[in-house]
């Protein structure tokens, strides 16, 4: 795939952290592309998909509002990290939908290419853009796929200390199947497929989990469970390329952190995943969850980010850097923006949401 050369005065700091942070983990971001999502795996947004809403589900207190005092300081507390990244905006008079679309339009990112949820884990507040429009999920479906294991083995279905056989299962790439079969031999448990599909977010494990639900399409009809999107794509299709919404995926997380106690192996591991990459390249001092998902024209991000208020946070992009259907590796210029765009999401919670 060509790559396009990526030239923008003022941010050579910004460039410098990302080509440390991918020297250092090419390793990992190389088993990332070769062994993530499934291989079976824009239209426009419109201002009706760029709002702010309440959840109606469990409802939080009000939270007092910040005055304008109090998020300036903010700005002048993160001034010079803002400006060395070139990612200085009016956080604390702007909406998080402005913000991300000031960014986008500085970018020449068309409007489509960027979905998002958000949630305040405090107050209950769901801020969204393009949150409707089918974006194609990539590796994010281990999320809520992990989730269904947990559940069936609380309900005494499955075992967390049985090795289950993985001679029979329907794996994707054949290196990547024996290399499974080199190091477990014929069966793991089910805490090494979760974390291996969520860490590593390779497939072999993934199916491995998947056989013992019963296939993917079984396992998919019961994603239902943590949640619909408003959208006529209610949760994950299987069939028209592992389309999603955002909308599904912020009700995903709501109910990953509302039951952490039951999934915290799981927040474990995602907190274990891609050290220093995706959410956490330029937040290196804040504990993040994060289940990254790529796949050709897809670089997405799924996170609980645990801020002084922590926030949810569900990710999706289509072509940035100019990828398409046909990309066969991670686009360099897509992927910055990616990593950009968490820094401008989380410096916006910092001045608005944090107490």
Same mark, same amino acid.
């Given at each position: ?15 410098? *952290?990302? *080509? ?19 291989? +079976? ?59 991300? %679309? ?11 290419? *960027? ?33 269904? +294991?947990v559940d069936q083995v ?16 329907? &794996?994707? &790439?054949?290196?990547e199947y024996n290399a ?69 995926y912020i009700q995903v ?12 192996? @799981? ?18 001092? +804040?504990?993040?969850? %994060? ?9 997405? @991000?799924? $996170? ?13 992009? $289509? ?10 590796? *991670? ?25």
């Amino acid at each position: 795939m060509d790559k396009k050369k990526f030239i923008i005065s003022g941010v050579l700091l910004a460039i410098a *952290v990302l *080509v440390f942070a991918l020297a250092g983990h090419s390793k990992q971001i190389k088993r990332y592309i070769t062994g993530n999502s499934m291989k +079976i795996e824009k239209q426009k947004g419109s201002d009706k998909d760029t709002k702010k809403r309440s959840t109606k589900q469990n409802p939080k207190p009000k939270v007092a509002e910040k005055t304008m005092e109090e998020k300036q300081a903010v700005m002048n507390a993160d001034m010079e990290r803002m400006d060395a990244l070139n990612l200085h905006y009016d956080y604390a008079n702007m909406t998080l939908p402005q913000v991300v %679309q000031t960014y986008m339009n500085e970018m020449g990112i068309d409007p489509s290419a *960027v979905a998002f949820s958000y949630k305040n884990t405090a107050t209950g507040e769901i801020i969204s853009m393009n949150e409707t429009q089918p974006m194609t999920a990539g590796s994010t479906y281990k999320l809520p796929l992990n989730m269904l +294991i947990v559940d069936q083995v609380a309900e005494g279905k499955l075992s967390m200390d049985k090795a289950y056989d993985i001679t029979k299962i329907d &794996y994707e &790439y054949e290196g990547e199947y024996n290399a499974y079969r080199k190091q477990f031999g014929d069966d793991m448990t089910i805490s090494e497929m979760q974390e291996y599909s969520l860490v590593y977010s390779e497939n072999t494990p993934a199916h491995a989990m998947v056989s013992l639900l019963g296939g993917f399409e079984k396992a998919y009809s019961m994603f239902d469970r943590y949640g619909k999107s408003k959208a006529d794509l209610k949760t994950i299709d299987l069939n028209s390329g592992n389309k999603t919404t955002t909308d599904y995926y912020i009700q995903v997380l709501d109910h990953l952190w509302n039951q952490r106690d039951k999934y915290t192996d @799981i927040l474990k591991f995602l907190g274990q995943s891609f050290s220093g990459l995706y959410y956490k390249t330029y937040l290196p001092d +804040i504990q993040i969850f %994060q289940k990254p998902g790529y796949v050709r024209e897809a670089l997405n @991000i799924d $996170a609980v980010v645990n801020e002084q208020t922590p926030y949810l946070i569900a990710l999706y992009t $289509a072509g940035l850097g100019g990828s398409t259907s046909e990309s066969s590796e *991670v686009n360099d210029l897509g992927y910055n923006q990616l990593c950009q765009l968490t820094y401008v999401i989380n410096e916006w919670h910092r001045v608005n949401q944090n107490p």
